[in-house]
Each structure stands twice: as C-alpha cells, then as structure tokens.
C-alpha cells in the first residue's frame, strides 16, 4: 500500500507534497504494470478524467502530460532503450 496517492481537487501527493502522480509514485506504477502498457494507460485514464474535472482550467495538454507522457520519457536505460520505459 502506498502514501502517494492523489488529494483532490488540487491533485497532490498526500505522501510528499509534489504534483501527482510524483516520482514516488510513478517508480511504483512502473513496478506494478511492468510488462502491462495498456492496462498502466488504462489505469491512468482513470486519474486523467477525473484531474480534467477538478480542474478545468488546467489545459488539457498539462494534464495530458502529466498523466500520459512520463512513461514514455528517456529513463537510465541502457543504450538503445532510451525512451522506452524499463521492461517495455
């Protein structure tokens, strides 16, 4: 079980204070779904609607990013990996 999970509305970390999903947290996700993309996008699909909701005046793309973007980011994989996130 984890301390890092959303506070809404404002979309923080009840575990450390950053913007969720926080570092933390998406380490832990990475574990989880390891060798599960859809099902991590699906999860996260969750978040992002009700993020959308919370705030509307965040733009879309923001929190697109915020949600969707990070697995995908260049990790300290070995070369040739770069971009993929572990175990994808």
Known sequence: MTMHLPVRPVWTCAGCGQVWPCLTRKHQLLAEFAGARVSLMLYLTQFFVE??????TTTTGTLYHRFFAWPYEPTDAPPGRKGAPPGW
């Not at 993020?51 to 509307?56: H, I, L, Q, Y």
């Open 51 to 56: 993020a959308c909701v919370d705030m509307p």
